[in-house]
């Protein structure tokens, strides 16, 4: 019976399969209206962030209904919240990167089925107008089926969460240049969420001949393990007492015409940050898509490649502005994860943090 109430809207709307057993069942038809999300109801710090309902979103042509299991927070989360660098309208929904499990299919989904476990970056920056204003914050999530891949059993939520926009930058970076095996490559900005995996890249996808990071002293042996060959403190040394010269100097910084030093004088020079910090510095911006993810998976599965989540997480999602505080000092450890929200007892769960205390209903 209640399967019947909860099916005939989702045929209504569009969607032609959905598997119940996913959807929470003691109290489903208020929870198929309403989906719990992390709302943005206009620019500001993290302090304007609430916990809301929103209908859950319905899958259209080629997309899927996500309930989302993890999500991890990226540096573009909190600058799509502090200022209009893309279109957004309120209330907006923050978050790219999921994991979780399909429970509904739009028409013509080929590649996906339902109670897949999938993960992927779900703001397709490659076209900025159809950037969501529903983010990953959130228990349920559609995205188009080309922009996310199955995930390795062998990675957990968390793990596969953590991974898709960063590492979407940090492949696209060795395109950019041409990145060549057996090249030597200096990386600016070893320990965050994208120089953590360009290091791992360097290593062992790309095949550099020798890998030297940056980072401050307490992460210097982290980013060792990482498989750096060598690891700069810049805290102690200068960058003008470094004599190696790179083929490639990779900035996740923004902080390469300091840096420029260790650059060969034919070498290329990655700058993720916008504008480049320095002239010979080429800007490189993700490019968001399944076969990006899919192109890993061996690496993912034979841990030469393995996802980074900062040890102060994975955040419980009710302590998202912790996360988001965490992320804005700059000074991640890898990345930064949210647990799912607790489908056991949503209405039991208050967003707190910094000043905020709101509960469901409350935007
Ligand atoms: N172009 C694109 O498509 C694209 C995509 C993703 C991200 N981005 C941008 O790239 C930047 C990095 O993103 P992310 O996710 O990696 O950020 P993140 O995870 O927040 O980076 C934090 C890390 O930065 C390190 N760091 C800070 N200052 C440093 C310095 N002077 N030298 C060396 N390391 C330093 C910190 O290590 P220490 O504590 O040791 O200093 C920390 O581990 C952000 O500005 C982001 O917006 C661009």
Redesign the pocket.
């Known amino acids: 019976m209640v399967g019947k109430h909860l099916f005939r809207p989702l045929v209504n709307k569009g969607i032609i399969a959905v598997d119940l057993t996913y959807l929470y069942r003691t109290e489903e038809i208020v929870l198929f209206l309403s989906d719990l999300h992390i709302l943005v109801p206009e620019y500001g710090s993290k302090e304007v962030l609430k916990l809301g309902n929103i209908p859950i979103p319905v899958p259209q042509y080629k997309q899927l209904l996500v309930q989302v299991h993890a999500a991890a927070l990226?540096?573009?989360d909190s600058?799509r919240r502090l200022g209009p660098i893309f279109p957004t309208d309120f209330p907006a929904v923050p978050g790219c990167d999921m994991a979780g499990v399909v429970i509904g299919q739009g028409i013509d989904v080929t590649q996906v089925d339902i109670g897949n476990e999938v993960f992927g970056n779900i703001q397709d920056?490659n076209s900025i107008e159809k950037l969501k204003q529903v983010g990953t914050l959130a228990q349920f999530i559609v995205v188009e089926e080309r922009l996310v891949a199955r995930k390795p059993e062998s990675l957990s939520f968390e793990e596969a969460a953590s991974l898709p926009?960063?590492v979407?930058?940090a492949v696209?970076g060795f395109r950019t240049v041409n990145f060549m095996k057996g090249q030597t490559i200096f990386v600016?900005?070893?320990?965050?969420?994208?120089?953590?995996l360009v290091i791992q890249l360097a290593k062992y996808v790309y095949g550099a001949s020798y890998v030297v990071a940056?980072?401050?002293?307490?992460?210097v042996k982290f980013?060792k393990q990482l498989g750096a060959d060598k690891v700069v403190d810049?805290?102690k040394i200068k960058y003008e007492d470094i004599e190696e010269k790179f083929d490639f100097l990779y900035d996740?910084?923004?902080?390469c015409k300091k840096y420029v030093v260790v650059a060969k004088d034919n070498a290329a020079i990655v700058d993720?940050?916008?504008p480049p910090s320095h002239p010979r510095a080429v800007?490189?911006?993700?490019t968001v898509s399944r076969k990006s993810l899919e192109k890993l998976i061996p690496y993912l599965k034979s841990r030469e490649l393995k996802p980074m989540i900062?040890p102060t997480g994975p955040y419980p999602f009710d302590n998202v502005i912790e996360a988001f505080q965490y992320?804005e000092?700059?000074?991640?450890?890898?990345?930064?994860v949210v647990s799912c929200f607790p489908l056991q007892d949503p209405h039991s769960n208050i967003l707190s943090g910094v000043n905020t205390t709101i509960g469901v209903n409350g935007f």
């Open positions: 990226n540096p573009i600058k920056f926009l960063a979407q930058t696209e600016v900005g070893g320990a965050g969420g994208v120089g953590t940056t980072t401050s002293t307490p992460k980013v810049y805290t996740t910084i923004g902080d993720i940050t916008w800007y490189s911006s993700l900062d992320v000092t700059g000074r991640a450890r890898g990345k930064v």
